[in-house]
């Protein structure tokens, strides 16, 4: 049995802890420290799928410019008069895309001619689970005839597992694709 000084003192022990416990759950120096722990991964996440969102509209944005800027070379007959092939066309192609692309694996090109416009008619550049169909050709055109230029690229996605729906093809990529459409000018064929 205990005494009553004994357990007096145990009572004191008691009631001391539990002001203890009382301070401890109403103190809020760390709180801050707490929440930030809490929001930082969503924060993170967030600012990555943002980053990543503006980085592939830049690209898309980019492999349009060098979509018009290389169009205008089978538009004025200059690929045609010099008898360039695909991988020439391309080379060409490359040389607006170099901070941003690697062209030798990823850049795609198609480029089609048609006698009219309300005769064009392109395949899709994917299939169903998302790869490349690679059925592209290039044929230039002659004076007056309608051609459209092509320009498919395979843009990695870092972000694909926050699931913010970029990924639009097979690996974990988005396919970018900039089209031009034009009537090939009446130049000199040599």
């Not at 969102?53 to 944005?61: E, N, P, R």
């Not at 192609?93 to 006698?115: E, K």
């Not at 008619?121 to 007056?144: E, H, I, M, R």
């Not at 639009?168 to 034009?182: D, Q, V």
Request: charge should be positive; include cysteine.
């Amino acid at each position: 049995m205990f005494t009553l000084k004994q357990l007096k003192s145990r009572c004191r022990r008691s009631l001391t802890g539990l002001v203890r416990t009382r301070r401890f759950w109403r103190n809020e120096s760390g709180a801050s420290a707490v929440e930030f722990g809490m929001v930082l991964l969503p924060f993170l996440a967030v600012l990555m799928a943002i980053i990543e969102s503006a980085i592939t509209l830049f690209a898309g944005q980019v492999l349009q410019t060098a979509t018009t800027s290389s169009a205008r070379l089978i538009l004025t007959g200059q690929v045609q008069n010099a008898g360039w092939t695909a991988a020439q066309f391309q080379s060409s192609v490359c040389a607006n895309l170099t901070v941003m692309f690697n062209c030798t694996n990823n850049l795609h090109i198609d480029v089609r001619a048609f006698s009219s416009f309300s005769s064009v008619s392109l395949p899709s550049v994917t299939n169903a689970n998302g790869t490349l169909t690679n059925n592209y050709v290039f044929q230039p055109g002659n004076p007056g005839d309608v051609v459209v230029v092509r320009l498919i690229y395979q843009w990695p996605i870092y972000a694909s597992s926050l699931g913010i729906g970029l990924v639009t093809s097979a690996g974990n990529t988005n396919t970018l694709t900039a089209t031009a459409a034009f009537r090939n000018e009446p130049y000199a064929a040599n």
